[in-house]
């Protein structure tokens, strides 16, 4: 099945600070999510993006398909921002079937 | 519209226990799924639906069992509750082609 690989696994973060989260996957993909994971155990869908770039407040979105890549662009980090980042992948065949990755553990500090 | 519905939201069950974990969704997906989230670990896909009626195995479907009979309803089993069930399981619906799926906000069931 695809593989899906985050980096990196932890990051420490300043309040203010930028930061750039990667999501390597194996094959062609028909859906690519990223989601936030928040200290209460919810997952909230951030972007749908298995191609292109998508940009919502502080947070942008690129997927190169051809490549096999996306990365999560966290601008201006808060405190609230802290938690848990997943990459999701379906594969191009696997309909129903979703693949996260290990996940980010970010953490930022006030 | 509520989204994807899971209940209980706790569950503490002894092993060899069984019970049905609910999934509901208001938004007519076709695409259904059960996962399950081990402490540290991302989340892994137990069964999916593709439609009413329809259902396959996914990366852990070892002690579980699934039935879809209507689009909305997607409940999961445990037959004999084991410690190593002892997870947080999440459901997940998807609707057309250019949507991401939707969670709904977790079981968490521990199994003494």
């Known amino acids: 099945g695809i593989q899906v690989e985050q980096s990196p696994p932890d990051l420490i973060l300043q309040e203010g600070a930028n930061s750039t989260l990667r999501c390597n996957f194996s094959?062609?993909?028909?859906?690519l999510q990223w989601f936030h994971q928040n200290p209460w155990g919810q997952l909230i869908n951030l972007f749908y993006?298995?191609?292109g770039t998508k940009q919502n407040g502080r947070l942008s979105a690129t997927t190169v398909a051809t490549e096999r890549y996306s990365l999560l662009y966290i601008s201006s980090s808060q405190t609230t921002d802290s938690g848990v980042y997943f990459c999701a992948v379906q594969g191009g065949t696997s309909y129903g079937k979703l693949t996260f990755g290990q996940g980010t553990i970010l953490t930022v500090h006030p | 519209n509520a989204g994807v519905t899971q209940t209980p939201k706790f569950q503490v069950l002894k092993t060899g226990q069984s019970m049905t974990l609910q999934c509901a969704q208001d938004?007519?997906?076709?695409?259904m799924s059960w996962y399950r989230q081990d402490p540290g670990m991302g989340l892994r896909l137990i069964h999916y639906s593709v439609g009413a009626g329809i259902t396959d195995q996914g990366e852990v479907p070892n002690g579980y069992n699934v039935s879809r009979s209507t689009t909305e309803d997607f409940p999961l089993r445990l037959l004999s509750a084991a410690p190593s069930q002892t997870s947080v399981y999440f459901c997940?619906?998807?609707?057309?082609?250019?949507?991401?799926?939707?969670f709904g906000s977790g079981t968490r069931l521990t199994v003494v």
């Open positions: 094959d062609s993909v028909n859906n």
């Open positions: 997940a619906s998807k609707g057309g082609a250019f949507y991401g799926y939707t």
């Open positions: 993006i298995p191609s």
């Open positions: 938004m007519n997906h076709e695409y």
